[in-house]
């Protein structure tokens, strides 16, 4: 078959050792509590978010899914022929499916996921629907540098691709980073294509982030479950809650994990002491407007070439280029 051996990148190092007992005792010492929100996807966490996208409040997957419905083979017109595609995470896969079906003559398939289970999960799958597209799996952190595996023949482009509005996870400053390291990797000829969550009604985003059956809530609250299971600390899951909020000066959901009381948690050998309605912020979720998103692709040295918007207009997906 046409699929590759999950590498690394990395021949002569070892993947970093993610020392959860040392980034919790980092974030949680710092007089604003903070954990980082990759922290949420563990198995449970990754199901969870699967569920999370099936909630009537949670707008963003279903709009970017009805986008890819309308718009796939014009986005895919728009990439040109024998492009190398490289995707940033890789979650169930159906926008990638619909993406590869309207693809002309596609080089090469490259999904950079850093937990090595869903990303076999998800290359069996495609190998199923796209027998003939030769998948180069790399397992890695899509944040640093990546080392992309030498496709099976010269592409015209590169093009990675970005979806889920996962971008909206960067504070801004995070974001252009983020952007101007993806515009090395692309190279001179290379595309940018990205989903990005647009501004909209308040009670709108807050609801997608506030679902009624409590699935959020959920979510959020098993970063402290899988810190109990992977270091041993103590919280308590019934002295915590869920709170998100729009901030509207920043632009973004402010998702807080808030303690219900004044507490003492075990971390390691260590205890951290929670006051009551103090908090460990835990993800933001940027919003923007078509004006706002430009203007910081901008900043990273790109310019928007493309912009498809769902039938509703909530959710865009954007094609930037040097
Ligand atoms: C996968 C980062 C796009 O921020 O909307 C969903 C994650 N968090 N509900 C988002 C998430 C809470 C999601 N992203």
């Not at 963003?60 to 890819?68: G, Q």
């Not at 983020?178 to 940018?192: F, H, P, S, V, Y």
Request: charged content about 25%; overall charge neutral.
């Amino acid at each position: 078959s046409s699929v590759q051996p999950c590498s690394t990148g990395d021949d002569d190092r070892r993947p970093p050792l993610n020392d959860l007992l040392a980034i919790a005792r980092h974030g949680l010492g710092l007089k604003l509590k903070r954990l980082p929100s990759w922290l949420f996807y563990d198995e449970r966490g990754s199901a969870l978010f699967e569920r999370i996208c099936e909630q009537p409040e949670y707008y963003l997957t279903r709009c970017e899914v009805a986008l890819m419905d309308e718009h796939a083979a014009s986005i895919a017109d728009s990439l040109g022929s024998e492009v190398r595609l490289v995707e940033y995470g890789s979650g169930s896969g159906l926008k990638t499916r619909m993406l590869l079906r309207e693809m002309h003559d596609p080089v090469s398939y490259v999904p950079v996921e850093i937990s090595p289970a869903p990303l076999n999960e998800s290359v069996r799958r495609l190998a199923l629907e796209f027998p003939q597209l030769p998948l180069q799996p790399l397992c890695a952190d899509f944040s640093k540098p990546l080392r992309l595996p030498i496709p099976p023949r010269a592409p015209r482009r590169t093009v990675l691709y970005f979806p889920g509005s996962t971008i909206g996870n960067f504070e801004a400053r995070d974001a252009v980073d983020l952007l101007r390291k993806m515009r090395n990797e692309m190279g001179d000829a290379g595309g940018i294509l990205i989903g990005v969550d647009l501004k909209k009604d308040v009670a709108q985003m807050e609801a997608a982030y506030n679902d009624r059956a409590g699935v959020t809530a959920e979510f959020t609250l098993n970063m402290l479950a899988r810190l109990n299971r992977e270091i041993g600390s103590d919280f308590d899951l019934s002295a915590f809650h869920h709170h998100a909020r729009y901030n509207p000066m920043a632009g973004r959901i402010e998702t807080h994990i808030v303690s219900s009381r004044e507490q003492q948690v075990k971390i390691g050998s260590s205890k951290v002491g929670f006051r009551a309605d103090e908090v460990i912020q835990v993800e933001y979720s940027c919003k923007y407007s078509l004006e706002d998103f430009a203007a910081l692709a901008e900043k990273a040295g790109l310019a928007v070439m493309r912009t498809w918007l769902d039938p509703q207009r909530m959710f865009s997906v954007q094609y930037l280029v040097r």
